[in-house]
């Protein structure tokens, strides 16, 4: 096992259950300093006490909501008092919902922008400055496949992560002189709890369960790039090729796939 996350400082939001849950997991296993972001303090509480008696790694837990910047700001802040300087920073909280354009109301496009977009893209901002200074750091932001392939029944959430992707491929150029990485994950469906939101009937669950990739996969993928020149990690390969094809060839992409994309 690689010893370069050893005494490493990560913050990783949406930590209390799926991806974030392995991958703070993970990231103790290998020697790291952990802080963990999520609404559900209580959840963070149990995971701290867990991975600090397994690992014998420090452990820092607060309660956030990305969609709240002025919460960002004064947490952010207490993390740099607490440990000085951030190393990684996993931008991983996140949800959708799967609904027509004309059935979503603006209220629930808002609430997926604001945590999906603004809220990443608020917590990078705090950690750009000390990483820049540091001429060190990696920034990894969680999108999806449908950053890259965009489905019917899904607008505002495919909308959300295009956003992303495009943030992190700007976000890249710009820190490329001050040595901080910067990596885009784009994972097709994942087994969590995110579907109890975005697939209320379960229609898509259904149509996709036996593709869908588990938490842990993920994680590892994700724990393996931190801290390299890693671009994008396009999970499972099968369907990031289809984004390759659907970006050469759209319209029989489209007409070919409209079947399978309506099983939402």
Known sequence: MSDRLKNKNIIITGASFGVGLELASLCANRGANLVLLARSIEKLEQIKHELEDRFSVSVFVYKL????????????????????????????????MF??????SLDEVKAMFNVN???LMACTSMVLPWMKERRSGHIINVASMAGKVATPKSSAYCATKHAVLG???????????????????????????????????????????????????VAEKIVNCMLTQTREINLPRWMNA???????????????????????
């Open 65 to 96: 909501d990305v969609s709240n910047s002025d919460e960002i700001e004064r947490i952010f802040l207490e993390i740099k008092n607490e440990l000085g300087h951030v190393d990684i920073l996993v931008n991983n909280a996140g949800f959708g």
């Open 99 to 104: 609904k027509e354009a004309d059935h979503i």
């Open 117 to 119: 977009v603004i809220g």
């Open 167 to 217: 943030y992190t491929n700007s976000l890249r150029l710009e820190l490329a002189e001050h040595n901080v990485f910067v990596t885009a994950v784009n994972p097709g469906p994942i087994m969590t709890n995110f579907f109890t939101i975005a697939d209320k009937k379960g229609t898509y669950v259904n149509s996709v369960k036996k593709y869908m990739l588990t938490p842990v996969y």
């Open 242 to 264: 289809g984004s390759v094809i659907y970006a050469l060839f759209p319209r029989a992409f489209e007409r070919i796939g409209k079947r399978a994309f309506n099983k939402k």
